[in-house]
């Protein structure tokens, strides 16, 4: 011994893996790319391309909590569509209370309207969210089967007491003032509303990569999701942890609830386990556990849903599903996956 320090070897990332891994992020550059090639005519481009960004953040809205409950508390929720339907219906009971502030032309009045909407719709689907944990989800912890079936129970039930309350009807829900119409850009005609969707679904992927990246909180949520008995060996409790997250990932679930009804403008009881489809199709692509897996999928989900939409309506049908299938082929796990230790 010479008396010198070993300085430990830091292995490097060769350049052709870190390629491989930063891969995803432009995917969805590449398929503007493609869209705009095969379009042909730039205002429908820019018109289809916003409108895919905005239903992809929605979409992502919705599935974010729920790739997160799946991640962490390896629950398959077949329930989560039975918060987006109460946050609507509760949200189309709030905005009918402030009818005079959501047809008022105040932008302020308008905001607070829609913003106390989205308050009320992810209390009350946060509430439900902790009921639907201990009474259907915790006895079935571990046992994927009973999972499925005890929580499409749950969506079902959830169904029928929006009917017993709201009735069986479809309901239109108008957008406040401030949020109809549209932004003439060139020859391209892009609705405020749709704006407003990628504002706020952009915003909601840079907070809660914020908080799972640089709190305590998201550092627990992180570690639980790839080796939760190591963090209760820690002494931390990871079942109030667990209750959290499905908390936040009911309320969340409630957000994206009212903001779908106002995209579409319609209510119905069942319209939670419609928008269950994309939703579980983003989770998949992206990886289960993975935020940024998720955001990226809603936005090749969105996207290429309105594109093949324009383009060719009969594929529209099965592009997403397809695209699945091509991005699985690709990567089993998803684009971005958090492996849990076992």
Known sequence: MNGTAIKPRIERIPL??????????????????????????????????????????MVFIMASGLTVVFGL?????????????????????????????????????????VLIAILAAMVVTGLLGIAFERVIVMPVYGEHLKQILVTMGGLIVAQQMIYVVWGPDELHLSRPE???????????????????????????????????????????????????EMVEALGYRIRRLFLIVFMTGSALAGLGGVMWGLYQETITAHMGSDIMVPVFIVVIIGGLGSVEGCFIGAMLVGLLANYTAFLAPKV???????????????????????????
Not at 76 to 92: E, K, L, T, Y
Not at 325 to 336: E, F, H
């Open 16 to 57: 052709k893996e870190q390629f491989f891994q930063k891969l995803p992020v432009l995917l969805v550059p590449l398929l503007a790319v493609v869209g705009l090639v095969a379009i042909g005519d730039p205002a429908s481009w820019l018109t289809l391309t916003v409108a895919g960004l905005a239903m992809g953040m």
């Open 73 to 113: 508390m390896d629950v398959i929720n077949f329930g989560h569509g039975a918060f987006v339907a109460v946050g609507a219906f509760v949200g189309f009971t709030v905005l009918a209370w402030l009818a005079g502030w959501t047809a008022s032309p105040s932008v302020m009045l308008n905001l607070a309207a």
């Open 178 to 228: 401030a949020f109809q119409g549209a932004l003439v850009i060139g020859e391209a005609a892009i609705e405020k509303y749709r704006l407003v969707a990628v504002g706020v679904g952009l915003a909601l992927f840079l907070a809660m990569r914020h908080v799972l990246k640089y709190t305590k909180v998201g550092l627990l949520v992180r570690a639980g999701v790839e080796n939760g």
């Open 316 to 342: 529209a049908l099965v592009s997403t599903i397809a695209l699945m299938v091509v991005i699985l082929m690709w990567r089993p796990q998803g684009l971005y996956p958090v492996v849990k230790a076992k």
